[in-house]
């Protein structure tokens, strides 16, 4: 008689036959189940790769006794909101909601840095395995292997991601962050083009390098670049930023990322590494601007164009305003003079409510006299709405370039390392020439903070809209609005459902406010109803095809990605 271990043994190797040949035909292969690679396999791949593999682990892990981590417990606490330390931990997202993972039945697995919560340490949605790449047949092995083994494959940079598309549960990753080159040239001719197109002051950043890094690389030569904005400036410059789109503050004086990126290499699925410019894989380097990070490839480095660095005025706005009538009277006002901001190439960061307006802007090559011109009507208008503390709340400053204005402004504070989803949408400049009013109604009705992005309008729309393949909603629009829910470590998914109701009503708002106008890919809401024409719009359909040329077997799969409709909702398997 067949002992009950051995009957369960054989139930277990049944389901994992049956399930290998459902997986031959439609399904990813993941972590623990039996078609997942062979100790040998691993090893062979291991001896093609130039640094040992990686098993990713949450960063909480080294809070917990059990298991293996990647630091200790105390590093862990001191750096969980810091964007550079996250980024360094393989198995480290910046909202951690992304390294959760949430079973149908409401069951979440995860890693909590609160041990008193009393949950065990679980792997939740980080990869468990991958290479940390540091070279181009690095990438290459990788991305062969995952392929001829048939994984769900992740391309992680530094984890910024608010879709969650830089991991996944059971999956095997691509780590880009190491890959660090920077290389400055006087003159760029982009690969395939005639000698007399000579491109002057470009930076070729290799596809791990980090906004500050990128920086400092370019303010050696008295230069600036068009370039994220965060605290520690840890977002990635080459990977899914410009992938996106890429917005900054200085994207009304001189475009998106997707405007000054003049080339792209990149290893496509069936392994070649292949240079995309305007002469050369033209179609591929369209997509690749806008077309969304993870879906077309492992971009190994992008070369932008840089600018002249030259003084700057920064205008600053702090109020708390004495009633929500005041505050909504002080907020019409500052929407309807963005349309002209953004004409003169003032950009930058907003957020609102009933109850206060925050806001920090910057213009290039504008006198301080000319600075205070604009800005000091709407200060002298808000004045007597404002409850103010003591203190400087409104005021103009001189920066003497934007390397010392990023540094007096983002180098401190911490924005990461918490639960939350974002929802967005694009506002189209002549909806606030026409009625400005209506648009500020219909944002504070969603309740809560809003931030109004002021890096569109400009520059971002004197770009031709079939240019690049980023949503031409982008050259219509005067800003990118984004709202938020977040939730406490721990919550049940009860409480997480809620926290996706409320946001859904948001985002519903915004969208009645403009019907079919768009949003950013980058900053999203994760649960859209039609996410190929809210983030792609009319340019959906080229994408596609250049997915389908250039990713026929649809390795590169993520969320709410161009190809995504052709799997289920886990992106395991096909529909
Ligand atoms: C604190 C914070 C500040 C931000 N500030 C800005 C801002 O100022 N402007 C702005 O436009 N956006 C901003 N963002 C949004 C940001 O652009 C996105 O989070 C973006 O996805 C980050 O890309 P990453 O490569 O750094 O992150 P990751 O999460 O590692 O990657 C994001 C996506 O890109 C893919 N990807 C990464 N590298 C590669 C590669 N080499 N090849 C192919 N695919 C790749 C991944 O697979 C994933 O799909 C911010 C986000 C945060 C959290
Ligand atoms: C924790 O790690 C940090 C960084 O590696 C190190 O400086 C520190 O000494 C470690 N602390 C303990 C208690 O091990
Ligand atoms: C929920 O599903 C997971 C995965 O199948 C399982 O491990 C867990 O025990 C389930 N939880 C409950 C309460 O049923
Ligand atoms: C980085 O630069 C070095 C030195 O030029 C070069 O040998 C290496 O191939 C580069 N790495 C990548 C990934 O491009
Ligand atoms: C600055 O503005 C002046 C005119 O206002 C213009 O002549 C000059 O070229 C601009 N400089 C740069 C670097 O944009
Ligand atoms: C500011 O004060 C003036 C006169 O005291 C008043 O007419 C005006 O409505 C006030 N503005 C705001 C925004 O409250
Ligand atoms: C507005 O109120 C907040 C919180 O009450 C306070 O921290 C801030 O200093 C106030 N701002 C101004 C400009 O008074
Ligand atoms: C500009 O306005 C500020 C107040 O914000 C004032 O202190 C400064 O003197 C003004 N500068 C010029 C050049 O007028
Ligand atoms: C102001 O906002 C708060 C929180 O978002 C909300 O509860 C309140 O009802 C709002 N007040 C008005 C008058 O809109």
New binding site residues.
């Given amino acids: 008689m067949m002992s009950f271990l051995k009957v369960l043994h054989l139930v277990a190797c049944l389901a994992a036959l049956s399930r290998v040949q459902v997986d031959g035909r439609q399904c990813r292969c993941l972590y623990g189940q039996s078609c997942w690679p062979s100790d040998a396999h691993v090893a062979l791949l291991e001896s093609q790769i130039s640094h040992p593999l990686v098993y990713p682990v949450p960063p909480a892990s080294a809070c917990y006794t059990e298991g293996p981590s990647s630091s200790n417990c105390s590093d862990f606490l001191a750096n969980t909101f810091d964007g550079r330390w996250r980024s360094d931990q393989a198995g480290s997202m910046q909202s951690v909601n992304w390294e959760t993972h949430i079973f149908g039945n409401g069951t979440i697995d995860a890693c909590y840095s609160n041990t008193a919560l009393g949950f065990p340490c679980e792997q939740g949605s980080i990869s468990n395995i991958g290479v940390d790449v ?3 047949e690095d990438i290459q092995a990788a991305v062969k292997f995952a392929s001829s083994h048939n994984l769900r494959l992740v391309v992680k940079n530094t984890g910024h991601d608010y879709l969650g598309r830089s991991t996944a549960r059971g999956s095997f990753l691509i780590w880009t962050h190491r ?1 660090k ?1 920077i ?1 400055y040239h006087e003159t760029f001719v982009p690969v395939g083009a005639g000698p007399s197109t000579i491109h002057s002051n470009a930076i070729t950043l ?1 596809a791990g390098v980090q906004w500050y890094e990128a920086y400092d690389a370019v303010e050696a030569h008295g230069r600036i670049l068009v370039g994220g904005l965060s605290a520690r400036v840890s977002v990635g410059a080459a990977g899914g930023w410009i992938s996106g789109g890429g917005h900054s503050a200085l994207s009304p004086s001189h475009g998106l990322g997707v405007d000054n990126a003049l080339q792209f290499t990149i290893v496509v699925a069936d392994g070649r590494h292949i240079t995309t410019n305007a002469h050369s894989h033209p179609d591929l380097f369209w997509a690749l601007r806008g077309g969304g990070g993870g879906t077309f490839g492992v971009v ?2 992008v070369t932008y164009q840089t600018h002249p660095s030259i003084p700057l005025v920064g205008a600053f706005f702090s109020g708390n305003f004495t009633s929500p009538e005041a505050a909504k009277g002080v907020i019409t006002e500052f929407v309807r003079i963005q349309p002209s901001l953004a004409e003169a190439g003032w950009g930058g960061y907003s957020f609102f409510d009933n109850s206060s307006l925050n806001a920090f802007y910057i213009a290039l090559n504008t006198s301080w006299e000319a600075a205070n011109v604009t800005w000091l009507p709407f200060f002298d208008f808000a004045r007597n709405a404002s409850t103010d503390s003591p203190g400087p709340q409104k005021l103009t400053v001189p920066f003497d370039s934007f390397f010392s204005w990023y540094q007096a402004l983002f180098s401190g504070d911490q924005q990461v390392g918490a639960n939350v989803y974002l929802g967005s949408r694009l506002i189209p400049t002549d909806l606030v020439q026409s009625d400005h009013e209506k648009v500020v109604k219909a944002l504070l009705a969603t309740d809560g903070v809003t931030s109004w992005h002021a890096i569109a309008g400009g520059e971002v729309s004197r770009s031709n809209p079939s240019s690049a393949g980023i949503n031409p909603a982008w050259r219509k629009a005067i800003s990118h609005v984004v709202v938020f829910e977040g939730w406490g470590e721990g919550a049940p998914v009860a409480v997480i459902d809620a926290a996706k109701q409320r946001l859904t009503s948001k985002v519903n708002k915004l969208e009645a406010l403009v019907p079919g106008a768009g949003a950013y890919f980058n900053e999203a809401f994760p649960f859209e109803a039609n996410p190929q024409r809210t983030f792609f719009g009319p340019h959906y359909t080229r994408l596609r095809l250049i997915k389908l040329q250039y990713d026929p077997k649809g390795l590169f799969v993520v969320a709410n990605g161009v190809g995504s409709e052709d799997w289920d909702p886990s992106l395991n398997c096909r529909r």
């Fill in positions: 540091r070279s181009i890959l080159n290389t290799g190994t480095s």
